[in-house]
């Protein structure tokens, strides 16, 4: 049976993949910083799906989360999902910097170390995936949240080019505005955004899972999304903020 670990796995697009994999059969290792939550989610998925789903509780944004998960990535996974995050309410110039470097370290430190310690494994069994969660942000210039996205995006593609294995794969998925709690917890005012742009986070995942099984490095789970990345990096940054303002950033 294979295995899967996902980080920020309690909620959103973290619980989504949860849900999917355990359908799917895998047995699932859960992060998460909430360690009641995290059990209670492990013991509806065996529950509901009869997988084994161990509840493993981390703060990856601290040294020592970021150590405890890493070594368990390299004893052996089959799928990585690197999806823990967060927003802030604020503009970057408005953000205290222990905050913004907090941010770095979740969405790159942990991202980079993880990844770095699953692969090994997988290369030598001649299989294993690696799903990093960006965003459709990662192609604009708004901000430490756009910019550590990006970061992901370009790790993640620059991985799945040197990697000679045929059926071991690393890719970045850039959703859009997904119905999670990740706008309420951040405090962003999602007031402005038309329901249109709205994606529901088990579609968003059953799109990243058909694309990585396609051997994409980088997937954008949405028509409306991929015309939107498409010419975001052609965009005026001013036009951006701007937009960004309205939408509710």
């Known amino acids: 049976m294979p295995t899967a670990l996902i980080t920020g796995a309690t909620a959103g697009l973290g619980a989504a993949f949860a849900r999917r994999l355990a359908a799917d059969g895998f047995s699932l290792v859960l992060v998460a910083r909430d360690a009641g939550r995290l059990a ?9 799906y009869g997988v084994a789903a161990e509840a493993l509780p981390a703060d990856l944004s601290a040294e020592d989360g970021i150590a405890a998960v890493a070594e368990q990535v390299g004893q052996g996974v089959d799928l990585l999902v690197n999806n823990a995050g967060f927003g802030h309410p604020g503009a970057a110039l408005e953000v205290p910097v222990a905050d913004e470097v907090t941010m770095l370290r979740l969405h790159c430190e942990a991202v980079l170390r993880l990844t770095l310690a699953a692969l090994p494994g997988m290369r030598a069994r001649g299989r294993g995936a690696v799903v990093n969660v960006a965003s459709v942000a990662a192609f604009f210039a708004h901000g430490t949240y756009s910019a550590s996205k990006a970061w992901v995006v370009n790790f993640s593609e620059s991985l799945a080019g040197q990697i000679p294995e045929k059926n071991v794969r690393v890719m970045a998925l850039c959703p859009g505005f997904v119905r999670t709690e990740f706008h309420r917890r951040a405090e962003i005012d ?15 995942v059953d799109a990243a899972l058909r694309d990585l099984a396609r051997g994409r490095t980088v997937s954008v789970p949405d028509p409306r999304y991929k015309v939107i990345s498409a010419v975001g990096r052609h965009v005026p940054h ?3 903020d ?5 939408l509710g950033r």
């Open 242 to 246: 701007l937009v960004a303002t309205r």
């Open 40 to 48: 209670e989610s492990a013991a509806e998925l065996y529950r509901r």
């Open 238 to 240: 001013r036009v951006v």
């Open 190 to 204: 999602t007031a402005g955004i038309p329901g249109y742009l709205w994606l529901d986070a088990g579609r968003v």
